[in-house]
C-alpha cells in the first residue's frame, strides 16, 4: 500500500464530515465514519498482507452482518442398471413403487441446503500524543507509519482469531468460535495421542478423509504450525537415509528443486503428494491427556474456510486536549465458517518434538455433529 493510499485511509478529511482544529476546539466534531468502497477494500487488503490463512481462504466482503451460502449435492452412487424391455415410469406421490415388471424404481433428487454466516463486531483502539508527532524523525508521517502497523496486526490479530477462536469465556478469542473449534465439533477428528508429527500422521489423516474427495487430491492442502512444520522437517532429514531427500527427489525424479525458504505460508516437503502449508498462528500449546505443548494438523480444500468480512470499515479520530493526543478507534465485523465440514479432516494432539509413531499405535478418529459414515475412508 503506498503512502498516498494510506494517507487517504487515515485523513480525517476523507473519513468525516468534518475534523478537529488544531486548538481541538469541540464545536468542530472530529473526522469520522465509514471509509469510502475503494478505501474499505484496499484497507482490507492491507490487513490481509501479513496473513497466512485468510490469503488462501475464501474471503466473503459482506454488505450485511449476517449471510446464507447456497449449497446443493446429489449424493453418489445414484444410477442405476438399464434393461431391456423393462420401463419404469415416474409416480411422484409415492416414489418408490413396483411396476408391470416387478421392478423398483426410487426417483433421485439433489439436496438444497445454506450455510449461515454471521460477523461479530471487533475493534482497535490506538493513540498518538503531540509529543510523538513533534519530536520523532518522521514528523506528521509518523501518523501514517503507525497506521501501516496497526492494520498489519489487526490482521494478525483477526487470523488468531478466525483460526483458535472458542465462542466462550472473555477476551478476543471469545468473540466466535474459529476453525479449530468448528472442526473439532464438526469435522472428522483423529487423535494422535501426544505423538510428534512425520508421515505417520498424514497417512492416517489422509486415510480419515472420504474417498469422494481425493478425487481432487491435487486440490488439497495440509495446515499446520510452525514448531509441528520444523519436527516434520527434522524427521525428514532423520530417516534420509531411508529413502531420498526431498530436493534429491525433486531434482533427479521430477527434474526440479522446490523453493523452500522455511518462511510462514511458504511449503515444505510435499506429504505425499499435497502440500504442508505453514501457518504460525496456528497454536500449538493445548493440553490433551496430561500432553502439554500440542498443536492440530489440517487436512482439506482451501476455499473449504470461508471468512466473512462486513465491507463497512468504521474509523473515529479524536483529538483530546486534556490529555494532548490524538485517539483513533476502528471497527470491523468479522465471522467464519467452514462450507463442508464432510471435507475436512482434523488431527489434534500432535506433540511437538514428540516421538514419532507406528502405524499400529494411532488414535482414535470420530466423526463430528456434521459428518455420517464411517472414519476408515472405505465406507463412503
Avoid at 59 to 86: F, K, L
Avoid at 112 to 141: C, M, Q, Y
Avoid at 194 to 202: A, C, N, Q, S
Wanted: net charge negative; charged share 20%; proline share 3%.
Amino acid at each position: 500500500m503506498s503512502n498516498e493510499l494510506l494517507q487517504k485511509v487515515i485523513d480525517t478529511t476523507n473519513l468525516g464530515t468534518s475534523s478537529v482544529n488544531a486548538s481541538g476546539d469541540s464545536s468542530n466534531l472530529s473526522g469520522n465514519g465509514l471509509l469510502y468502497p475503494d478505501q474499505a477494500n484496499r484497507f482490507l487488503d492491507y490487513m490481509w498482507d501479513a496473513t497466512i490463512l485468510a490469503k488462501t481462504a475464501r474471503t466473503i466482503r459482506m454488505r450485511s452482518n449476517t449471510t446464507e451460502i447456497d449449497r446443493v449435492a446429489v449424493g453418489q452412487r445414484i444410477m442405476t442398471v438399464a434393461q431391456e424391455d423393462n420401463p419404469r415410469d415416474f409416480v411422484a406421490s409415492s416414489g418408490t413403487y413396483s411396476n408391470a415388471n416387478g421392478s423398483t424404481f426410487t426417483a433421485q433428487n439433489a439436496t438444497f441446503n445454506k450455510v449461515s454466516l454471521t460477523t461479530r463486531k471487533l475493534r482497535l483502539d490506538w493513540e498518538l500524543s503531540a509529543e510523538s508527532l513533534e519530536d520523532n524523525i518522521e514528523g506528521p508521517d509518523l501518523e501514517d507509519h503507525i497506521a501501516r502497523l496497526m492494520a498489519t496486526q489487526a490482521g494478525n490479530d483477526i487470523e488468531d482469531t478466525l483460526i483458535n477462536g472458542t465462542g466462550s469465556g472473555s477476551g478476543l478469542m471469545s468473540a466466535f468460535q474459529g476453525f479449530r473449534q468448528l472442526a473439532l465439533n464438526n469435522a472428522h477428528v483423529v487423535d494422535a495421542a501426544g505423538y510428534g508429527l512425520d508421515k505417520t500422521i498424514f497417512n492416517q489423516a489422509i486415510k480419515v478423509l472420504p474417498r469422494k474427495y481425493k478425487q481432487r487430491r491435487n486440490q488439497l492442502r495440509f495446515f499446520t504450525g510452525s514448531n509441528l512444520i520444523q519436527d516434520y522437517l527434522f524427521n525428514l532429514t532423520a530417516n534420509a537415509g531411508n529413502g531420498n531427500p526431498f530436493d534429491i527427489a525433486s531434482g533427479i525424479i521430477r527434474g526440479d528443486v522446490a523453493a523452500n525458504d522455511g518462511g510462514p505460508g511458504t511449503v515444505t516437503p510435499f506429504a505425499f503428494g499435497i502440500p504442508v502449508i505453514n501457518v504460525p498462528l496456528i497454536t500449538e500449546t493445548q493440553t490433551y491427556s496430561g500432553n502439554a505443548n500440542t498443536g492440530d494438523v489440517h487436512l482439506t480444500f482451501p476455499q473449504n474456510f470461508v471468512i466473512g468480512i462486513k465491507r463497512d470499515v468504521t474509523v473515529y479520530r479524536l483529538f483530546q486536549p486534556k490529555k494532548d493526543t490524538i485517539e483513533y478507534t476502528l471497527f470491523i465485523r468479522v465471522g467464519c465458517v467452514m462450507e463442508n465440514y464432510d471435507a475436512h479432516v482434523i488431527v489434534k494432539n500432535v506433540a511437538v518434538a514428540g516421538s514419532v509413531m507406528s502405524t499400529s499405535s494411532f488414535g482414535s478418529a470420530t466423526n463430528g455433529s456434521n459428518v455420517t459414515g464411517g472414519v476408515n475412508g472405505n465406507t463412503y
